[in-house]
């Protein structure tokens, strides 16, 4: 097959274990996850139907690589995350058979640039300057469901510079990995390689040049990630 320009390079996140990589196709995020970071950021707690915004394939990257202060905020914030890689994909999917279109699991960040996002939340206008930006979103290693199970409890963490920021567990999550799922095919016919962030506990916050940012999430994976 000939292109008229060169073909863009595939993004391709490691697995826990493996050679193989596991290619990515798109990226979905779910908002306000948690009810107590729905409430730090001045919203209801109460369970409303999920809302999404998605990043970039490319946005995914290793946390090797460090991730440069972007331009054009000076206030951006840490979002630690679990991550669902799905092998399989489909309209419609029922919450019972969600599970069966996991690959597997990592921790991710979901960096956001506040300032422009509350700038837009403001004027009524997407948030993609603000969440969908260059190296926005440094992964781990992704854990094959076949070795970890699908885990639904546990404590997920963040550390800026070693001083715990946000602290939360699993089974906080509002909506639960198999509602995710079925909840967003309904808006989205998925596929094999879409890769979802589920939300965020509490205790958002900054980050500046020369901090480290250090998180995980108890049995399924940790990274690190250098602010420059």
Same mark, same amino acid.
């Given at each position: *097959?000939?292109?008229?320009?060169?073909?863009?390079?595939?993004?391709?996140?490691?697995?826990?274990?493996?050679?193989?990589?596991?290619?990515? /196709? /798109?990226?979905?995020?779910?908002?306000?996850?948690?009810?107590?970071?729905?409430?730090? *950021?001045?919203?209801?707690?109460?369970?409303?139907?999920?809302?999404?915004?998605?990043?970039?394939?490319?946005?995914?990257?290793?946390?090797?690589?460090?991730?440069?202060?972007?331009?054009?905020?000076?206030?951006?914030?840490?979002?630690?995350?679990?991550?669902?890689?799905?092998?399989?994909?489909?309209?419609?999917?029922?919450?019972?058979?969600?599970?069966?279109?996991?690959?597997?699991?990592?921790?991710?960040?979901?960096?956001? /640039?506040?300032?422009?996002?509350?700038?837009?939340?403001?004027?009524?206008?997407?948030?993609?300057?603000?969440?969908?930006?260059?190296?926005?979103?440094?992964?781990?290693?992704?854990?094959?469901?076949?070795?970890?199970?699908?885990?639904?409890?546990?404590?997920?963490?963040?550390?800026?510079?070693?001083?715990?920021?946000?602290?939360?567990?699993?089974?906080? *999550?509002?909506?639960?990995?198999?509602?995710?799922?079925?909840?967003?095919?309904?808006?989205?016919?998925?596929?094999?390689?879409?890769?979802? *962030?589920?939300?965020?506990?509490?205790?958002?916050?900054?980050?500046? /040049?020369?901090?480290?940012?250090?998180?995980?999430?108890?049995?399924?994976?940790?990274?690190?990630?250098?602010?420059?």
């Amino acid at each position: *097959m000939k292109t008229v320009i060169p073909l863009p390079l595939p993004t391709l996140l490691p697995v826990a274990g493996a050679a193989d990589l596991f290619p990515v /196709r /798109r990226v979905y995020c779910v908002g306000r996850n948690y009810a107590a970071h729905a409430i730090e *950021m001045g919203h209801d707690p109460d369970r409303e139907p999920p809302f999404f915004f998605q990043k970039n394939p490319d946005n995914l990257i290793s946390p090797d690589a460090g991730f440069p202060y972007p331009p054009l905020s000076s206030d951006v914030h840490h979002e630690v995350e679990l991550v669902i890689a799905l092998k399989a994909g489909g309209k419609d999917i029922a919450a019972g058979d969600a599970l069966d279109c996991v690959y597997g699991y990592a921790v991710g960040i979901d960096f956001t /640039r506040r300032d422009l996002q509350a700038e837009a939340k403001a004027a009524g206008k997407p948030w993609a300057a603000a969440k969908a930006f260059e190296h926005s979103a440094p992964c781990s290693a992704i854990v094959p469901a076949d070795v970890l199970g699908h885990p639904a409890e546990g404590p997920i963490w963040l550390a800026v510079n070693g001083d715990r920021k946000q602290q939360g567990d699993l089974n906080q *999550m509002i909506w639960k990995v198999p509602e995710i799922i079925a909840e967003l095919s309904r808006l989205f016919t998925l596929a094999p390689g879409d890769v979802i *962030m589920t939300g965020t506990p509490s205790g958002v916050g900054p980050v500046k /040049r020369g901090d480290t940012v250090t998180c995980g999430i108890d049995g399924v994976a940790t990274l690190s990630i250098a602010v420059v």
